[in-house]
């Protein structure tokens, strides 16, 4: 059975600095990511060889420039990068010989390539069944291309925390939990936990480079399974490249500049300039949906109670009757109304309210929202169907802004959420106790417009 590796290596530039590297190992049809470590050049060379041994096949995406001829100012791909980035309120810094311990002759990027002994072609990397290859990547182009894909607000995330005037832990949730979602459908269940899991640490610069580590262990696992059908080579080995997934509408906003500026541009996506910036619609099993009744209370309380036996959405820990749920439902007024979702074989598959925030007036335009699915019925879009009909009478009765807090670990009703629009402000550390453990919650809202 063979053997592959794919190595991402969040370099560290410099001979003082430190970087991370992250190994994800396929064999036997078994797929394992090591714990992604900080590392120097030395380290990261001896990490690559030791993991490496005996591979049939070893692809090595490294997140630094590693082919800069240009003594002064950009090499053209960061051009072209440039205007896109700046749009979304980011930056690319220039590569050149002149900056002296990056790129100057002694600089120790060169030494490590020359060790390395790889083949730096980057177009013979797909499909390659064997032999070493390293190739230049760029974890924030990734992040473009992921949050495109997914159809999410096109803005950067600031998930440096070494960059504490602009670092937000809302951007840092936010950037695992798109990885963790992009991980999942490449069928990378390994690295998708591994991003689950950061996503609920308070980070250092530490973390942020083993994000970016792992981040470039996704793109070399993109490239190598479906090349340019889903990635694009920007700029060439003569003047410098970045290899990178891509979406339709992030290829359409790169294609001016790399015609303008006469730079190679290599992708099977197809794309033009009205691109959308969506996925296609999502394939949903449509469910009926209605305002609940006092006749609901049984199936309200069932699905309610397995939500608090799970531990996987709320804090509550006393399963409630049915008896206890028609006095709530007895109790919510016109502007606090609940929905519940009637599947095919006549139950109902889930239920959702708009709930009071503050009974302070200056709060009446605010809702809290609460989304809970059946057992059986999670994962066939029951609950974004509901959710989308929640807002909708959100809006219709009047409310300005829904609120809601989520457990880090109920990663299917995060995604729902960032899909929806809703955005992260903030996590309350150590907000409950379920079974003698501290457990966080991640605050998130959404405007409606």
Do not use: N
């Given at each position: 059975m063979a053997r592959h590796v794919f190595t991402g290596f969040d370099s560290a530039w410099t001979r003082t600095n430190r970087g991370a590297i992250a190994h994800l190992v396929v064999e036997e049809g078994e797929v394992e990511l090591g714990a992604p470590e900080t590392a120097s050049f030395d380290e990261a060379l001896a990490s690559i060889n030791r993991v490496g041994a005996g591979a049939d096949l070893h692809i090595i995406a490294i997140d630094q420039p590693l082919i800069v001829p240009n003594p002064t100012g950009s090499r053209p791909v960061e051009g072209v990068f440039r205007p896109l980035l700046g749009h979304l309120g980011g930056a690319i810094q220039p590569s050149n010989t002149g900056r002296i311990g990056m790129f100057d002759a002694e600089a120790p990027l060169w030494p490590f390539l020359r060790d390395l002994?790889?083949?730096?072609?980057?177009?013979?990397?797909?499909?390659?069944?064997?032999?070493?290859?390293?190739?230049?990547?760029?974890?924030?182009?990734?992040?473009i291309a992921f949050a495109s894909q997914s159809g999410q607000v096109q803005r950067l995330l600031k998930y440096n925390p070494g960059r504490s005037g602009t670092f937000s832990q809302a951007d840092w949730v936010g950037l695992n939990l798109l990885m963790a979602e992009s991980a999942s459908e490449l069928d990378l269940a390994s690295i998708a936990a591994w991003f689950e899991a950061s996503a609920a640490i308070q980070p250092r610069k530490a973390d942020q480079d083993k994000v970016d580590a792992a981040i470039c262990v996704l793109i070399a696992s993109l490239w190598w399974r479906d090349g340019l059908a889903a990635s694009a080579m920007i700029g060439d080995t003569t003047s410098g490249y970045i290899v990178t997934p891509i979406s339709p509408s992030m290829a359409a906003s790169l294609a001016p500049a790399t015609a303008s500026r006469s730079v190679p541009f290599q992708t099977s996506v197809p794309y033009d300039r009205s691109a959308p910036d969506l996925r296609p619609p999502r394939s949903l099993q449509p469910v009926a949906i209605r305002r609940a009744t006092l006749e609901d209370a049984a199936a309200i309380a069932r699905i309610y109670n397995q939500g608090i036996v799970d531990r996987v959405a709320t804090l509550e820990t006393v399963e409630r009757s049915p008896e206890e749920r028609g006095e709530w439902l007895a109790a919510k007024s016109d502007r606090h109304p609940v929905l519940v979702a009637i599947t095919d074989d006549s139950d109902i598959g889930g239920w959702a309210s708009l709930n009071q925030f503050n009974p302070r007036p200056a709060y009446d335009h605010v809702a809290d929202i609460s989304v809970y699915v059946d057992r059986g019925q999670r994962g066939k879009g029951v609950g974004e169907q509901l959710l989308v009909a929640l807002e909708d009478l959100a809006r219709e009765i009047g409310f300005h802004k829904l609120v809601l807090a989520a457990f880090p670990t109920n990663m299917p009703g995060l995604r729902l959420y960032q899909r929806r629009g809703f955005t992260t402000v903030g996590i309350y550390h150590e907000q409950g106790k379920l079974d003698d453990r501290w457990v966080d919650t991640i605050i998130m809202e959404k405007l409606l417009r």
């Open positions: 002994v790889a083949d730096q072609d980057p177009l013979a990397i797909p499909g390659a069944d064997a032999g070493r290859f390293a190739f230049e990547c760029w974890p924030v182009a990734a992040q």
